[in-house]
């Protein structure tokens, strides 16, 4: 019996990365699972849930992961077979107009603004939080490939960072966090 689970993932991946090679080819950024998560109104680990085998979705919200890449759901198993199981009748999926982003709910903007000013009020200087944050939106905006390069430059300075402070030791309370 066929996992459809396992199916969609088969073909989203497939699709996924083909889309990818042609939008870099044609000089645009790729498309990130951060913002197909964002388009479908999921956070980025309930994706990933789904893509790793760790949650599933209905088929309503697989729909909405087939028109962020531009197919349909029967267009993403149908290349999931293919990837699977060897040729079908169809492995090229009919380009179809993807439908419109569902609106976002207030109570999740609501909890994304609790979230920002989480984030604000950690910073020590508080007006160097929003001015980094606006930043970081207008990179976003700007070139989404280069916000993903500095995000991991940061993660690994923090980590060594956090290394070099040692166990028990708090980097942004004995100032190793500003060199």
Same mark, same amino acid.
């Given at each position: 019996?066929?996992?459809?689970? $396992?199916?969609?993932?088969?073909?989203?991946?497939?699709?996924?990365?083909?889309?990818?090679?042609?939008?870099?080819?044609?000089?645009?950024?790729? @498309?990130?699972?951060?913002?197909?998560?964002? +388009?479908? *109104?999921?956070?980025?680990?309930?994706?990933?849930?789904?893509?790793?085998?760790?949650?599933?979705?209905?088929?309503?919200?697989?729909?909405?992961?087939?028109?962020?890449?531009?197919?349909?759901?029967?267009?993403? @198993? *149908?290349?999931?077979?293919?990837?699977?199981?060897?040729?079908?009748?169809?492995?090229?999926?009919?380009?179809?107009?993807?439908?419109?982003?569902?609106?976002q709910p207030q109570s999740?903007?609501? $909890?994304?603004?609790?979230?920002?000013? !989480? !984030?604000?009020?950690?910073?020590?200087?508080?007006?160097?939080?929003?001015?980094?944050?606006?930043?970081?939106?207008?990179?976003?905006?700007?070139? $989404?490939?280069?916000?993903?390069?500095?995000?991991? @430059?940061?993660?690994? +300075?923090?980590?060594?960072?956090?290394k070099k402070a040692g166990?028990?030791?708090d980097p942004k309370k *004995?100032?190793? @966090?500003?060199?």
């Amino acid at each position: 019996m066929e996992n459809s689970h $396992e199916v969609f993932v088969a073909g989203f991946n497939r699709l996924y990365a083909d889309l990818n090679k042609k939008r870099k080819a044609s000089g645009k950024t790729k @498309l990130t699972k951060t913002k197909i998560a964002e +388009k479908i *109104n999921v956070d980025l680990a309930h994706l990933s849930g789904f893509l790793n085998f760790h949650r599933n979705f209905k088929d309503p919200r697989r729909e909405a992961i087939a028109n962020t890449l531009g197919v349909s759901y029967v267009d993403v @198993l *149908n290349v999931g077979r293919s990837e699977l199981y060897g040729a079908t009748e169809s492995t090229t999926p009919a380009p179809v107009k993807p439908a419109p982003a569902p609106p976002q709910p207030q109570s999740l903007q609501e $909890e994304y603004d609790k979230k920002h000013a !989480i !984030i604000v009020k950690g910073f020590r200087n508080k007006e160097r939080g929003i001015d980094i944050n606006k930043d970081l939106v207008e990179l976003e905006g700007l070139d $989404e490939d280069e916000l993903e390069e500095i995000h991991a @430059l940061i993660k690994a +300075k923090l980590n060594k960072l956090r290394k070099k402070a040692g166990p028990g030791n708090d980097p942004k309370k *004995n100032g190793t @966090l500003d060199e």
